[in-house]
């Protein structure tokens, strides 16, 4: 199945490869300070494959990179070492993520290993272009 979506102007694209329907696909929230101000959901899934196309503007973060059109300015993924979780609004069919949100997770006291080995194990394959 391929999950496709785009920022408010288009500039940004994705594209999820994955065997899960938007219903199987996790929904989380985080409680970082950057996600806080943004109040997205996000989605992953670590047995599938997100391309991101486009100019993207990348604010630096703790280990990873947030991922805004620098058009329009919307969060599409946040990404680290070939790996992201896509903010689940900017797909085409985002009213059909229906799990339940998880419970919002602070990651503050997270050391980088124990972070890194988190988002190897949950974060979706990524490639940006």
């Not at 979506?5 to 594209?15: D, F, M, Y």
């Not at 101000?37 to 990873?64: E, N």
């Not at 979780?85 to 503050?108: C, G, H, K, M, W």
Request: hydrophobic fraction near 35%; aromatic fraction near 8%; charged fraction near 20%.
């Amino acid at each position: 199945m391929k999950l496709d979506g785009s920022c408010h102007c288009g500039a940004l694209t994705v594209q999820l490869d994955t065997d899960k329907s938007p219903a199987e696909l996790p929904v989380r929230t985080c409680g970082c300070s950057f996600c806080m101000k943004h109040r997205p959901r996000i989605t992953s899934d670590p047995a599938g494959h997100v391309t991101i196309t486009g100019d993207a503007s990348r604010y630096q973060f703790g280990l990873g990179h947030f991922l805004l059109c620098k058009t329009c300015g919307v969060f599409v993924a946040a990404f680290d070492t070939g790996r992201a979780v896509i903010n689940l609004e900017v797909f085409d069919r985002a009213a059909e993520f229906t799990q339940p949100s998880t419970q919002l997770t602070v990651y503050d006291t997270e050391d980088v290993a124990t972070r890194t080995a988190r988002r190897a194990k949950n974060w979706t394959p990524a490639t940006v272009r």
